[in-house]
């Protein structure tokens, strides 16, 4: 079973989770190539960290905690509580000292990519990191090509500009893929998207 | 009320929060300075938005989600979760193209401050950020003193060693004060800790 919540993302519960443990079962879904995105950066960023390479990590969900029971001689158990929206992307972290910071999204669509499961406040974070100086992107996934693409965040902006300025809602795949680095998708790391980041630091230098 | 869990953290409901939503409620508070250092951090970490001095945030509490609702025409909800042992620090962001990352502990001890509430995956995160040329660093409250100190990642770990090799379980206060930088409580921000960061940054060139 596989949950969405409000922003169409999937949910895996822990029971879930922990049968994805099983290393047989994982080995089927990674030879059906049947991981979602954050699987896939999960992997890679674990790659990076046994590397030295990175320390990227993704951020715990967002959980707005209502109600929470406190058994005797038990973990405490949370009985109520909402998902929140993210006010920031979901993944940061370092890479050769540098501030890394970017969000992960996968469309079916194959001729365009929607620019509705982003939000209004992770732009503006990503906008905030480009003033600090900071390296954000946006990793987009054609889930039914199977194409990864890296698109630096002050040109997604130019595209959520474009369309706060009444101009369509997504962009089109060949906007993607000629304002944006494709990486290959890979057996280890999956998606080495550092070496888009090692680009676009060559190119600030 | 407040609920103290497996680490000892204070944690508030979001109930609890909307009350502080409320200004006069806040302004008491304030007034008394019953904040805890999570709440003076959020405040001096919106400052720095505010002031594009630096964009940092305090990450998500991880949880272990098992169960969750899905009624019709309303949000899911989630019926069964538990708190995660953090594998990170708390607080990470950029400033000036740097990474800084940090954790927050307070004590209400006047002599020493205590290892325990540190974990060993957050000791050993800190040491692969410092690795990444990260900027990297524990604030340490002495909540009875009023006292504030930034421990540099560095000095943090040769105190934790010492504890690994069967030395004492807690870093004296003298200790403190003679490696880590003291930080004056303000008004705004409250703990204007990026002073330090640029001394630790200027040491570094």
Same mark, same amino acid.
Not at 2 to 10: A, L, R, T
Not at 148 to 154: D, L, P, T, W
């Given at each position: 079973?596989?949950?969405?919540?409000?922003?169409?993302? /999937?949910? *895996?519960?822990? $029971? #879930?989770?922990?049968?994805?443990?099983?290393?047989?079962?994982? @080995?089927?879904? %990674?030879?059906?190539?049947?991981?979602?995105?954050?699987?896939?950066?999960?992997?890679?960023?674990?790659?990076?960290?046994?590397?030295?390479?990175?320390?990227?990590?993704?951020?715990?969900?967002?959980?707005?905690?209502?109600?929470?029971?406190?058994?005797?001689?038990?973990?405490?158990?949370? /009985?109520? *509580?909402?998902? $929140? #929206?993210?006010?920031?992307?979901?993944?940061?972290?370092?890479? @050769?000292?540098? %501030?890394?910071?970017?969000?992960?999204?996968?469309?079916?669509?194959?001729?365009?990519?929607?620019?509705?499961?982003?939000?209004?406040?992770?732009?503006?974070?990503?906008?905030?990191?480009?003033?600090?100086?900071?390296?954000?992107?946006?990793?987009?996934?054609?889930?039914?090509?199977?194409?990864?693409?890296?698109?630096?965040?002050?040109?997604?902006?130019?595209?959520?500009?474009?369309?706060?300025?009444?101009?369509?809602?997504?962009?089109?795949?060949?906007?993607?893929?000629?304002?944006?680095?494709?990486?290959?998708?890979?057996?280890?790391?999956?998606?080495?998207?550092?070496?888009?980041?090692?680009?676009?630091?060559?190119?600030?230098?």
């Amino acid at each position: 079973m596989v949950f969405h919540y409000p922003n169409g993302k /999937k949910f *895996a519960t822990a $029971k #879930q989770n922990k049968n994805k443990g099983n290393s047989n079962f994982k @080995k089927i879904i %990674y030879s059906n190539r049947g991981m979602t995105l954050e699987e896939d950066l999960n992997e890679t960023n674990e790659y990076y960290l046994s590397m030295n390479l990175a320390v990227i990590h993704k951020k715990p969900t967002p959980i707005q905690i209502v109600d929470v029971h406190y058994p005797k001689r038990s973990a405490a158990v949370i /009985k109520e *509580a909402y998902f $929140k #929206q993210a006010s920031t992307t979901d993944y940061n972290g370092v890479y @050769k000292g540098r %501030y890394i910071d970017f969000e992960a999204k996968e469309t079916k669509n194959t001729s365009s990519f929607p620019l509705q499961n982003l939000h209004e406040h992770q732009i503006q974070h990503m906008q905030q990191v480009l003033d600090q100086h900071g390296i954000s992107f946006v990793i987009l996934r054609f889930s039914s090509l199977e194409e990864i693409y890296v698109m630096e965040a002050s040109i997604l902006i130019t595209f959520w500009n474009r369309m706060l300025a009444g101009g369509r809602k997504s962009i089109t795949k060949s906007e993607v893929e000629t304002t944006s680095y494709k990486v290959p998708i890979g057996y280890q790391p999956r998606i080495d998207y550092l070496r888009v980041v090692d680009q676009i630091i060559e190119k600030a230098q």
